[in-house]
């Protein structure tokens, strides 16, 4: 953590620095439309990034407006005037509609006002409204600059000067309605109030036997709506994009009745604000309510959740993509040529992309468009393979068909839970079962892991035993950290017993290992010769073959949460430094990613091998920023990042050094990291991974079925996991090459590209590889 990075490989330093140098530039930052949380976790990252290349930052107060308006709405900002914004929703620097920058005068105001500051690089913080405005203004730079220069505002030089104007965009939008990027800034928020609104809801309507109707907010976009319903496991969902089909009324109800027979206590009904039916005609949240009561005489209510869900503090995850689309927008911002079109920098997968920006506009107009024709297949298709896919998985989960229409397969299937526990297991058992009953095969449950298999813990488990499980912590099945080499032969003696034709392990790097072992074991025990997939869950990530494990960002949210609680308790004590331990293992994932998500000053990692000198560079770098009007500061601390430099050492050291200057306390955060209600994420990261895991089994079983084959090669045990953009199935076989076993982590992690980020944003100088940036590729619409 040396303050200069001396040991980063000098050649990509050089590279950065040379490339990259903001000199003499001027970026103007501004939020508009909508506010979302996590736009000033953007704002952050675009003022310490670009004040770290060398260019002058400005805020443009109140969006556009500001522009026009000019005067003290834009202003420099420096290092300080960002601090302590990281955990705070909406945007400190405000927001608001603006009819005059529609017009052309408008934008002659709002040209002059940069032009006095020399202002030609914007970094535009909005949804389409807001970055389509901006494209405007680019468009015409040239022709206004030629306007003023005609009324004597400006002189010749001055238009030659700053003849083009650059655009970068970041969509900040909580309905995660903009084609082109995985999610947009505050979505994963606005799913975090919506799943607490549902989780408090569930237990009243338990009581009562009731009937909630939650309306949320989608004026033209159901994502919120979709993914709320997958992740707490609703009866019924309202889209604007996929309305029910002609005579849904009397399948609603019917459904509604059906789970109360089920003995189910609650019904869930979620709508979209903006639903309609295939008439494009508006259903609203009281004509479901009076449904339910006339045809059914259920007991039934209606929750507006409102501008609730725009509200709270950011998500870690909102915080982590905020931060990395500042950095991404800056260094974008400092590449562009005249020639460069105005650019998004977006997710794609667990990667940050550049896409035109309007293109992306064009295809979230064309949604609109679809809909308004009623071509509502176009409009999923064009939403993209993240929404489809959502929209299939619900449908899945959602609707049992009769017994009778399910041809069996005659195939029994049994699941596993292995190692720690992890939020998100109960849901990704859930969705096993019922992708897996819904393919016609029995489900068999294994209780607390290999150690229960070997006893004959297995039971058949049913369509309604999984219900309510998504939002479930811990893993209601028991798990534990018992690997099967000691115990194959009971192993191969219950699943012959039980007739297993597959098996799901869902777990940590024990269902690793324990899937090594039993793949081993294939040529003693010939039952062992059935397909085999894992899906990662665990707190640490550290499973080799994905990028994400199930649990990882319940962990996250759990640390940033702690650190925004301790962070404050410093406020009316000045001079202070916390020191927190997390867990992981060796694994550094929650440690480097808490403190990006957290603002972290430090965080020690066993990835980044550090030694008494990083220390020392430490402490006088805190001590330095006390000096400041920031007079606090925040290290984390991977559990097992140093055999010698513990926890206490560390905080004695930073004591002892600190003296005068700052206190210290110290906080261990243990166990609660592996507890709580699982986040909106892991529910849903949980509830797709299983069910495409299952689907992998189904595809294998079909294979052999009438053919009696026995599995007995490589890619017939798998680890299903996400990689880069891709969910991909790779045999366990392959993995063992890229895992470091003693460590109990992968041999290359995604994650430690990021590292520079946390160093960049805390005044560290530091080596950020570039060279994955830069390419403006085109957004491809998906086809169904």
């Known amino acids: 953590m040396d303050a200069d990075d001396s040991r980063a490989p000098k050649g990509s330093l050089r590279k950065f620095l040379e490339h990259l140098s903001g000199a003499g530039k001027a970026i103007g930052v501004l939020t508009s439309g909508g506010d979302a949380q996590g736009m000033n976790a953007a704002v952050r990252a675009v003022v310490r990034m670009g004040i770290y290349v060398g260019a002058k930052v400005y805020f443009i107060y109140e969006g556009y407006q500001g522009m026009v308006d000019g005067g003290s ?25 603006c009819q005059a920058f529609r017009t052309r005068e408008g934008r002659l105001k709002a040209a002059c006002n940069l032009l006095q500051r020399g202002i030609t690089n914007l970094c535009v913080i909005g949804g389409d409204g807001s970055l389509t405005g901006a494209n405007i203004f680019r468009k015409e730079w040239s022709g206004l600059l030629e306007e003023l220069a005609r009324n004597g505002q400006i002189d010749k030089e001055a238009v030659q000067k700053y003849a083009y104007l650059n655009v970068v965009g970041m969509v900040g939008s ?54 709320s319903a997958l992740a707490c496991g609703a009866d019924w969902v309202f889209l604007p994009e996929s ?15 059906e789970n109360r027979a089920r003995k189910k206590r609650l019904n869930i009904i979620i709508v979209a604000e903006g639903a309609i039916d295939t008439q494009n005609k508006p259903i609203t949240s009281e ?18 959740l409102g501008h609730v869900q725009r509200g709270g503090t950011p998500s870690a995850f909102d915080r982590i993509l905020a931060s990395r689309m500042g950095v991404e927008a800056v260094i974008a911002l400092l590449e562009a040529t005249p020639d460069t079109p105005a650019c998004v920098v977006s997710l794609n997968g667990n990667h940050a992309v550049r896409l035109p920006l309007m293109e992306c506009v064009q295809m979230t107009q064309d949604v609109q468009k679809a809909m308004d024709e009623r071509r509502f297949q176009d409009a999923v298709r064009l939403r993209g393979r993240s929404f489809a896919g959502n929209l299939n998985t619900y449908k899945r989960l959602a609707i049992k068909l009769p017994d009778d229409q399910i041809p069996k397969t005659n195939c029994n299937v049994a699941v596993i839970n292995v190692g720690a526990p992890a939020a998100g297991m109960n849901a990704a058992v859930r969705s096993a079962v019922r992708v897996g009953i819904a393919d016609g095969h029995r489900m068999l449950a ?40 000691k115990y194959l032969e009971e192993i191969a003696t219950q699943m012959r017993t039980h007739s297993i034709n597959a098996l799901l392990i869902i777990g940590g790097f024990e269902a690793y290992l324990g899937l090594l072992e039993l793949s081993a074991a294939r040529e003693k ?9 894992m899906v990662p869950a665990t707190v640490s990530n550290n499973v080799p073959g994905s990028d994400f494990s199930i649990g990882a960002d319940t962990a996250l949210n759990t640390i940033t949460d702690t650190c925004d609680r301790i962070k404050q308790s410093a406020s009316g004590t000045k001079r202070r430094v916390f020191i927190i331990e997390t867990m992981g293992g060796y694994c550094g994932y929650l440690a480097n990613m808490g403190g990006l998500a957290a603002g972290a000053d430090a965080a020690y990692i066993f990835e980044e091998p550090f030694d008494i000198r990083d220390l020392q560079s430490n402490v006088e770098h805190l001590t330095e920023k006390m000096k400041t009007t920031i007079q606090r500061g925040l290290v984390l601390r991977n559990e097992s990042c140093s055999e010698n430099y513990t926890t206490d050492f560390i905080y004695q050291l930073y004591s002892e050094e600190g003296k005068g200057v700052f206190d210290c306390r110290k906080n261990v955060l243990g166990h609660m990291q592996q507890g709580g209600a699982p986040s909106p994420f892991d529910r849903n990261f949980g509830t797709k991974i299983s069910a495409r895991a299952m689907e992998w089994i189904t595809v294998k079983l079909k294979e052999a079925r009438g053919r009696g084959k026995k599995f007995t090669t490589d890619d017939s045990v798998c680890v299903l996991g996400i990689s880069k953009r891709n969910v991909i199935f790779q045999p366990v076989a392959e993995l063992k090459k890229q895992t470091d076993f003693e460590h109990r982590i992968p041999k290359e992690q995604w994650w430690l590209k990021l590292r520079p980020l946390m160093k960049i944003l805390a005044k560290y100088k530091a080596s950020y590889d570039v060279s994955d940036s830069g390419q403006l590729e085109h957004v491809q619409p998906w086809s169904v």
């Open 174 to 227: 909580i309905d995660n309605d903009f084609c082109g990027t995985d999610m947009t800034i505050g979505t994963d928020s606005a799913l975090h109030r919506i799943i607490e609104v549902v989780d408090a809801i569930m237990t009243t309507a338990q009581s009562h036997q009731r009937t909630f109707v939650l309306e949320v907010m989608g004026r033209h976009c159901g994502y919120l709506a979709l993914v």
């Open 525 to 533: 025990h010939e039952e062992f010769c059935v397909p085999m997939v």
């Open 446 to 485: 294994i209780y607390d892991g290999f150690d229960g298999f070997a006893k004959g813990q297995i039971k058949e488990i049913g369509w309604t035993d999984v219900g309510g499980w998504t939002g479930q912590g811990g893993s209601i099945l028991g798990t534990k950290r018992v690997l099967p080499g």
């Open 243 to 257: 309305p029910p089909e002609e005579g849904w009324e009397e399948q609603m109800c019917v459904k509604l009745s």
């Open 287 to 304: 004509k479901i309510k009076e449904l339910v009561v006339t045809q059914l005489g259920y007991d039934t209510r209606v929750t507006i």
């Open 73 to 97: 709405n834009i202003a420099e900002a420096d290092w300080e005037s960002v601090s302590s914004i990281l955990q705070v929703g909406g945007t400190i620097i405000g927001s608001a509609r």
